[in-house]
DNA sequence: TTGACATGCAACTATTTGGTTGCCTATTAT
DNA sequence: ATAATAGGCAACCAAATAGTTGCATGTCAA
């Protein structure tokens, strides 16, 4: 979980997530297409996508086919997000309540 | 949502986040109690969820009160995690096709 | 009013991170 | 066979991060 919220902190990362949900299975090569770094650069935060599972890859003879797994994602969503939700309402009403208190 | 992703990357963080979360408005000496870092340490990282607006804090007199915000976390989940979560089955159908057509 | 308590500020340090360059290897096409 | 293509590896670098220590300030209670 840990490796998942350290893979998403990065705007490059979460991009490469993007380009993958817009077109799965593209090629290292694909990815670099457009990008600001150099090829070793989006190596590096592929791999740390792979370690965070979010990103699965299929060799195919000299090519590296990418692609996405939204698993860890809808279990950020599930067990992490989720449980914030709920009391939602009565975190905010009691802040409300605490900032009206402070004048009086 | 940068500064809020980066936020949410740090485990101590987290759990910040957490206890406030089972009990709001806690000043900074209740949240250090049981952790294994100075107080200015936590200062930091609250610091931090303040300029991502995931905590507020009403000072009131010497102490301070943080409050959990949980809006940025209900932003994350509505905004980004269920753009993956639809698609979400067709992309793993996609991926389970490309993995055995590797073995033909 | 003086001491205890709650927090703030600044300087310093070690480690991690995000990126680079240079070169090497494996596969495909001509 | 050989050149072009796709990717891998390792060393290096600067900046950011997570933490520390030491001292200062503001507030409350005896």
Known sequence: MDEVFKALADASRRSLLDRLHAKNGQTLNELC????MTRQAVTKHLVILEEADL????????????YLNPVPIHQIGERWIRKFERGKLAALSELKRQLEKRDE
Do not use: A, D, M, P
């Open 33 to 36: 297409e457009g990008l600001s």
């Open 55 to 66: 990103v699965t890859i299929v060799r195919q003879g000299r090519e590296k086919l990418h």
